[in-house]
């Protein structure tokens, strides 16, 4: 266990849908970033928070956003969902601002229908 | 753009065979390469190379980086059924210093 929970675990939803997703870091860390796992492309890295603020941005799409509240729990928003987001999204953290090992937690299947 | 390459994207082995998976890099920036196993869902971290030269070892796996030829390799001996899993390289570095990922190896070990 890595101590990083992600919730919920599975969430079907149909397109055009919005659904927000849930993570916890580890007790402790500060940088929290969100991955997402498709079979063709991989993990891509989408976007990280560093004790509440933004610090780095990937290939996240504009239908998509994040935050991280002063608790530091973090949500991504997914928005008017296409069949093609369909994937793992993942939330990782990390005690600092960055270049050092990532804590992923168990990830949440998304199935867009 | 940051690229990681894993190869082979996918290796099939009997248990006791050793395996060396590879990864090359090109970013920017470089900093550090990781290597983590994915199992069921979400992966575990392994090793974490910043140094030419100066091999990491765990048990049976060990690992190597090599940055003036941009890559590393992952050795595991004595292969067990355990071992098979999805293995990632990733690269800290680029212009706004993130985790790159490789599409990883998957490793099958047969009885």
């Known amino acids: 266990d890595s101590g990083v929970t992600q919730t919920p675990k599975h969430l079907i939803t149909a397109t055009g849908q919005r659904v927000t997703l849930r993570c916890s870091p580890r007790?402790?860390?500060?940088?929290v970033y969100w991955y997402q796992q498709s079979l063709d492309q991989g993990l891509q890295f989408l976007i990280q928070?560093?004790?509440?603020?933004?610090?780095a941005k990937g290939n996240i799409l504009e239908r998509f956003s994040a935050q991280q509240f002063p608790d530091l729990h973090s949500e991504l928003n997914l928005s008017s969902l296409e069949l093609g987001d369909s994937a793992l999204y993942f939330c990782?953290?990390?005690?600092?601002?960055?270049?050092?090992?990532?804590?992923f937690g168990s990830g949440t299947q998304l199935s867009v229908l | 753009e940051d690229k990681v390459v894993q190869s082979p994207l996918s290796l099939v082995v009997h248990e006791g065979d050793t395996v060396t998976l590879n990864c090359s890099y090109e970013?920017?920036?470089?900093?550090?390469l990781l290597w983590y196993k994915q199992e069921k869902k979400a992966p575990t971290f392994l090793f974490m190379l910043?140094?030419?030269?100066i091999e990491k070892k765990s048990g049976r796996l060990s690992s190597i980086l090599d940055k003036k030829e941009l890559f590393s390799i992952l050795n595991i001996t004595a292969t067990q059924t355990g071992d098979s899993a999805v293995y990632l390289c990733?690269?800290?570095?680029?212009?706004?210093?993130?985790?790159?990922f490789g599409k990883g190896t998957l490793l099958t070990v047969n009885p």
């Open positions: 007790s402790g860390d500060l940088s």
């Open positions: 910043t140094s030419s030269g």
């Open positions: 990733a690269v800290w570095g680029g212009s706004n210093y993130k985790l790159t």
């Open positions: 928070y560093y004790n509440g603020e933004e610090r």
């Open positions: 990782a953290s990390s005690p600092d601002r960055g270049l050092e090992k990532l804590f």
């Open positions: 970013v920017t920036n470089f900093r550090s």
